[in-house]
């Protein structure tokens, strides 16, 4: 955001991490003892973690067009300010740094024993295969060297 409220994004890594965010806070149950929301950043990923299980299952999440918010008024809140997509459109926005630039697909589990969801949105690239070390070929018998990739 820049000298107003309208937000400028820079990239889909940052609206997938600004959609988190909102998720992380519009899901989050607080009725839960204690409830904790917590946004972790590390070398090459961010975890976003809320209290609560997941209202519906990860498959359901996954395939998208459908949310249940456990805190629909703080979801209009945040759209109001400009934080959050209409109502089951996010978690493609959240898809969308993996599917487009080429990160790792993020991770998205329930934690039954803590009663907690959790989100792994990674910043960092899948390596190709040209990224794999190389082996060569050809030292042993004096041949013309070639590389392959393992």
Known sequence: MKDSLQRIDESKLHIAAREALANTIIHADYS???CNIL?????DHVC???SGMLRMSVEEVLCGGRSLPRNATVQKLLRFIG???SAGSGYDKILAPSKVDG???PVLYEREGIR???LMLWTVREKKALDKPLIELGDSINLPKIQLAV
């Open 32 to 34: 839960e003892d204690p």
């Open 39 to 43: 946004v972790i950043k590390k070398d």
């Open 48 to 50: 976003y973690s809320n």
């Open 83 to 85: 934080f959050g997509e």
């Open 103 to 105: 990160y790792k697909a």
């Open 116 to 118: 907690a969801t959790e």
